[in-house]
């Protein structure tokens, strides 16, 4: 992420139309091969199952802690 930020500075502060013509083809590289790397690793760990798993668990958690702070009366009886 830090290179996309000094690429990002460079890209502001300089003039040069070359420099940034560069900077804008590399940070679109960059861009293109990080996605391309996260979404094959997704594709490789996880599937449906674990996905909606995970998502329930998540939802329940949220779910509950809601009701605590909402309804701390009702959750006590």
Same mark, same amino acid.
């Given at each position: 992420m830090s290179s996309f930020k000094k690429a990002s500075e460079l /890209?502001?502060?300089?003039?040069?139309?070359?420099?940034? @013509?560069? /900077? !804008?083809?590399? /940070?679109? &590289?960059?861009?293109?091969?990080? /996605?391309?790397?996260? &979404? !094959?690793?997704?594709?490789?760990?996880? @599937? !449906?199952?674990?996905?909606?798993h995970s998502c329930i668990e998540t939802l329940q958690k949220y779910y509950k802690t809601y009701n605590e702070h909402e309804f701390p009366k009702a959750n006590n009886s």
């Open positions: /890209l502001n502060s300089s003039n040069d139309t070359v420099t940034i @013509n560069e /900077l !804008k083809g590399k /940070l679109t &590289h960059l861009e293109n091969n990080q /996605l391309s790397e996260i &979404h !094959k690793s997704l594709s490789k760990s996880s @599937n !449906k199952e674990t996905f909606d």
